[in-house]
Structures are given as C-alpha cells and as structure tokens.
C-alpha cells in the first residue's frame, strides 16, 4: 500500500493564479482531511470530508474548495492564490468506525506539498 | 485560552537522560487524546495514543489528568533519534469528527 499520496511536492505560484493540491489513499478510509501548516504553527484543519460526496468546512477554509467524489480522492483547490497561502498543506485519511474521533481513530498523513505564493 | 497549549520548547538533553513534556486543553468534555511526532520537514505520525489509566510504549509513557486538563508524555533513555517535534492532538469535543494540534514541543537530543 502507498498510503497517502500527494502532488505536487513543490510548487510555486504568483498571485491570483490557481491549482488543485491532489491527494489520494489507497487504505479504503472513509475520512479524510486537508491541514495546513505553518511555520512554527500548528496544523490548522481547512476541509474534512466524513466520505464520497460529503465535505464540511474545518476552521480556515477561506479561499479553498474541495470535493470528494470517490472514497479515494480528495482535491483541495485554491482559487485566487494569495500570499497568506503559502505554506505547507497535508492531506490525512483514517478510517473512523464512530461520528466521533476514539483514541484508536489514527490519522495517517500525506508526505505534504510545499506551496509559494508570490 | 488556547484550545491545546504546549511549550515550544526546544527541550536540548543528552543521550540517555528523561524528558518528560505536558500539554494543556480547553476543553473538559474532550475525549480523544494522542501524541504524534513530526521529524523536521516531514509528515505527522501517530506515537500514541493515550488512555485513561495511562500507558506505555517501550521508552514512551504517556498520562492523562482529566481534573487538570493535562497530559504528558514521558520518554526515558532518550535517543537521537528522538529528536523531533511532539505534537499533542486532543478530540476537542464529544461526537466531534476532527482533532485539535497544539503546535508541537521540540526536542534535540546531543551524544
């Protein structure tokens, strides 16, 4: 299993560009999540999506979209990119038996994609 | 205050000796604790979880105060390879489908 991929690694923008952070898992979970985070910082949720077709804002999703049309698939897209974007953004996935997290819930993360904006 | 609070630290201690780091949470009904390790410019990974009556892993033990809204985590014998940054994750509410990070404890362990 490859786990949580993510692409690109790097990537360089100027303002007002946009582009799609992909990430895909291969563990069949049903949750999966985008973080950012920045330097110093902890990781901020920006999107969730609890399974194929359902997506729920976390607590900086302003200036990101997402969709989630498989199980394996979770886009996040950046429209308009912005200099307070610049970042590094982790994709995470785990499989979550109940509607809230349990202490056996782990969350396994995406090598993460390193994004300037300039 | 902060919803998981940690200190920054970096937390510098030689091979060999015990570092123990605490985090703070806001929030009494939280139900969900962990710790994960992040190595520098890489991804988060689980370390463990922690339970109730606390728990161990080899070198790692972590506790859970829930009258204090604190947990630690314990690491004896420490290793190079044990520096990294500590992040303490909390389920910051009941039926709550996401964790909270603090923004993570660092530690450089020198020969």
């Known amino acids: 299993n490859a786990g949580v991929t993510q692409t690109p690694k790097f990537r360089i923008l100027k303002i007002g560009q946009s582009m799609t952070l992909q990430c895909t898992q291969d563990?069949?979970?049903?949750?999966m999540y985008w973080y950012r985070q920045d330097p110093g910082m902890g990781l901020k949720l920006i999107y969730y999506?609890?399974?194929?077709?359902?997506?729920d804002k976390g607590e900086v999703p302003n200036g990101y979209n997402v969709s989630r049309s498989t199980t394996e698939d979770f886009p996040l897209r950046l429209e308009l990119a912005a200099p307070s974007q610049t970042s590094v953004y982790f994709c995470?996935?785990?499989?979550?038996?109940?509607?809230?997290?349990?202490?056996?819930?782990?969350?396994?993360f995406g090598p993460g994609t390193r994004l300037t904006v300039l | 205050r902060k919803e998981v609070e940690q200190d920054p630290g970096p937390f510098n201690v030689p091979e060999g000796a015990t570092v123990a780091f605490n985090c703070t949470y806001s929030n009494s009904a939280s139900q969900s604790f962990f710790w994960y390790r992040q190595d520098c410019r890489k991804e988060p990974k689980l370390l463990m979880s922690?339970?109730?009556s606390g728990n161990e892993d080899g070198r790692f033990t972590a506790q859970l105060n829930r009258a204090s809204q604190y947990i630690s985590l314990l690491i004896r014998d420490s290793k190079l390879s044990d520096s990294a940054t500590y992040l303490c994750?909390?389920?910051?509410?009941?039926?709550?489908?996401?964790?909270?990070f603090g923004k993570g404890t660092m530690l450089l362990v020198s020969p």
């Open positions: 995470a996935s785990s499989l979550q038996r109940g509607t809230s997290v349990s202490r056996t819930d782990t969350q396994y």
């Open positions: 563990m069949n979970h049903n949750y």
């Open positions: 922690v339970y109730s």
């Open positions: 999506s609890v399974g194929a077709g359902i997506t």
């Open positions: 994750v909390v389920n910051m509410n009941s039926g709550y489908s996401t964790l909270t």
